[in-house]
């Protein structure tokens, strides 16, 4: 089995949505005072690779551990859309040139190549983002969920965050945001899972992504 780890590394120095706390890692126990290592993890919900539910941002929604475990399992497939320039639109077009497989896929995972600028302010840049078509496809297809190697599912620009509101007014489906490593996924369907934290009444959590080929 080849497994490929879609997931970054949680540290203090890594980015975060802009007006975001930073991540700390504070050390409460030590091995030379106490014996063993432990150690206080502060972070947003929305941090490094994860998952928003749609309580994300409707009140009332779901909630990420209200969903069943199967919900994030499954056959996936990326959407290789690494031509766009920055501003374009992931369009209809970009979904289509994958065939069939896009109708068979669990998850649909959008590779805009993005993860190449984490760790740089070129991260925080226009990055493509769904249109009205291809977002209406998703919510059409009732998807376990979809997921992006960029830092959110709209424009950081976008304050209202439009294209959330639509995805989770009425579907429950998961989104995977700052995924990495896309571009080895190939262009079949694979085995895809993304399990988050299990919080109560979570509006998010941190997800160890991965994909694996039998």
Known sequence: MRVIDLTHTIREDMPVFPGTENVR???????????????????????GTHMDPPAHVLAGR?????????????????????DLKEGQAISMACIQRAGEKVREAEFLLFNLGWDRRWGTEDYFGDFPCLDEEALAFVLQGHYKG??????SIDPISDENLTRHKKLFQTCDIVNIENLKNLDLCGDDLF?????PLKIEGSDGAQVRAVAWFE
């Open 62 to 82: 779901t909630t990420l551990d209200q969903f069943p475990a199967e919900q994030f399992i499954g056959k996936a497939l990326v959407i290789d859309c690494r």
């Open 146 to 151: 979809i997921g992006f190697d960029v830092i």
């Open 191 to 195: 085995w895809f899972s993304c399990f």
């Open 25 to 47: 890692l504070i050390p409460v126990n030590t091995y030379g005072k106490d014996g063993f290592k432990e150690t206080l993890l502060e972070i947003s919900t929305h941090t």
